[in-house]
């Protein structure tokens, strides 16, 4: 990859850090503005994102993507709320994005969770095998488009809902 004057770029994946936190912020900002403090997907980020599956898209020296996951406790389960993932709007169409999602797939796929799920665009996941989550299996914690919850389940094993499933927030006592 190089940039408009033909220097060469290299770009990394690699864990947020504590000194990452501004360039996080102010990516958000930009991505989502004020409007991202209003989304009902908040109410179930109460506690920290969960360390090993925050991750950043570094292109040279600059934060250019971001990627975090959420604990939850869904029927007595902790499994995962994935989410924002933002990426700088002068880098849109380059595969970052692609790129840190399916990372953190696969690393989160290794852990001991079930499932994760997302309040995201329809058209965007399902190549990273999400599919529609059903309202009638979930109680989410204040208004979501039906078509923006989706769930990508880990492993062959997919349990049943049987009922429908409260989506709890873990603070951070609880982690």
């Known amino acids: 990859m190089t940039d408009k004057s033909g220097r060469s770029l290299a770009n990394t994946i690699r864990l947020e850090t504590p000194k990452d936190t501004a360039a996080i912020e102010q ?24 360390a090993d599956l925050c991750f950043v898209m570094q292109l040279d020296d600059e934060v250019v993507g971001s990627i975090r996951y959420w604990p939850i406790m869904v029927a007595g389960k902790r499994q995962l709320l994935l989410g924002p993932l933002a990426i700088d709007p002068r880098h849109k169409g380059r595969g970052f994005g692609k790129a ?3 990372h953190s797939l696969e690393v989160a796929s290794r852990l001991d969770y079930d499932f994760t799920l997302i309040s995201g665009e329809p058209d965007y996941y399902p190549r990273f095998g999400f599919v529609p989550a059903s309202l009638d299996a979930f109680l989410w914690p204040g208004f979501i488009e039906a078509e923006r919850l989706q769930i990508k389940w ?21 982690v």
Do not use: Y
Request: hydrophobic fraction near 40%.
């Open 154 to 174: 880990f492993g062959k094993d997919k349990p049943r809902l049987l009922t429908k499933q409260a989506i709890l927030p873990i603070t951070n006592e609880q």
């Open 100 to 102: 840190l999602v399916s």
């Open 27 to 50: 990516l958000m900002a930009v991505a989502f503005g004020e409007a991202r403090h209003n989304r009902s997907v908040r109410h179930l980020r109460l506690c920290h994102p969960v």
